[in-house]
T-cell receptor, first 111, second 113 residues
């Protein structure tokens, strides 16, 4: 079964608002990554947070990681219409170099 | 530097045929992974190769196979195609497993009729 699950499955907001997506996972991880996918295209790597980190920033993105709760969140501030995409978390496990994607959150930013 | 290149971009095949998809990773990346993406199942891991060795394999039937060449280019093959194999097949490469993020190609859209 897939390692990660995103919540919510779909999110619709107005341009300029903040968008928050959550990811829960099941087992011990080496790192957790977030990716964006525009419709029918390949995934774009957004940010990687290691298991010993609690928060990381990249431009308008802020990622938090709580290993005790096995959860992560992705915050996109001041959203733009171009942020409309599906967002996936992916967990890099400690064992066997296995890498699993979650189910994704579909974000729609309304201009 | 050039990104991950997948060929072909689109493919239409008939049930029972076989297909080979190609992936050229970013120069210097030795790890290549393949994923199948469908609306119903999401992103499903197929296999990962590192330095020509298959390191991990997902839960797919033996009809799905792959290989990696000495230049890190990879191919995946699906034999005896079924309608359910219609999907977007994504290839991704990374420099160091467990340390780096993946860079994905644009994918190959396979339609089985």
């Amino acid at each position: 079964s897939q390692q990660g699950e995103e919540d919510p499955q779909a999110l619709s907001i107005q341009e300029g608002e903040n968008a928050t997506m959550n990811c829960s996972y099941k087992t011990s991880i080496n790192n957790l990554q977030w990716y964006r996918q525009n419709s029918g295209r390949g995934l774009v790597h957004l940010i990687l947070i290691r298991s010993n980190e609690r928060e990381k920033h990249s431009g308008r993105l802020r990622v938090t990681l709580d290993t005790s709760k096995k959860s992560s969140s992705l915050l996109i501030t001041a959203s733009r219409a171009a942020d409309t995409a599906s967002y996936f978390c992916a967990t890099d496990l400690n064992t066997g170099n296995q890498f699993y994607f979650g189910t994704g959150t579909s974000l729609t930013v309304i201009p | 530097k050039a990104g991950v290149t997948q060929t072909p971009r689109y493919l239409i095949k008939t049930r029972g045929q076989q297909v080979t998809l190609s992936c050229s990773p970013i120069s210097g990346h030795r790890s290549v992974s393949w994923y199948q993406q469908t609306p119903g199942q999401g992103l499903q891991f197929l296999f990962e190769y590192f330095s020509e060795t298959q390191r991990n394999k997902g839960n797919f039937p033996g009809r799905f196979s792959g290989r990696q060449f000495s230049n890190s280019r990879s191919e995946m093959n699906v034999s005896t195609l079924e309608l359910g194999d219609s999907a977007l097949y994504l290839c991704a490469s990374r420099g160091q497993p467990g340390m780096d993020g993946y860079t994905f190609g644009s994918g190959t859209r396979l339609t089985v009729v």
